[in-house]
């Protein structure tokens, strides 16, 4: 069974940071890209950042040069340092990884996991 455990949400004044943290257990497999993503009330979720095993990274527009994404492979782990927070940025925020198991007889088979979100709320 694998799990994702966030933490780092809060409320923080606008202008400030926080920084949220995604831990993976248990039996995970190979993992690839990690990431994180919001919901807002009444909308869509939407992608934040991703991060893939080579350490590329991919950014919404509206978050480009305040949040930074980064992973320690050794723990499993994903982060997103947020700065200079803006009201429009309350959400609720989840992180997502994907894994592979590569068979010895060949194929693969993917995996996708989602934590359970974690509450930011920025006050104006």
């Known amino acids: 069974q694998v799990q994702l455990a966030e933490a780092g949400g809060g409320l923080v004044q606008a202008g400030g940071s926080l920084r949220l943290s995604c831990a993976a257990s248990?039996?995970?497999?190979?993992?690839?890209?990690m990431g994180w993503y919001r919901q807002a009330p009444g909308k869509q979720r939407e992608l934040v950042a991703t991060?893939?095993?080579?350490?590329?990274?991919n950014y919404a527009d509206s978050v480009q040069g305040r949040f930074t994404i980064s992973r320690d492979n050794a723990k499993n782990t994903v982060y997103l340092q947020m700065s200079s927070l803006k009201f429009e940025d309350t959400a609720v925020y989840f992180c997502?990884?994907?894994?592979?198991?590569?068979?010895?007889?060949?194929?693969?088979?993917?995996?996708?996991?989602w934590g359970q979100g974690t509450q930011v709320t920025v006050a104006s």
């Open positions: 997502r990884i994907n894994s592979h198991i590569q068979y010895a007889f060949g194929g693969s088979k993917k995996y996708d996991y």
């Open positions: 248990g039996s995970i497999p190979s993992i690839d890209t």
């Open positions: 991060i893939t095993t080579g350490g590329s990274t």
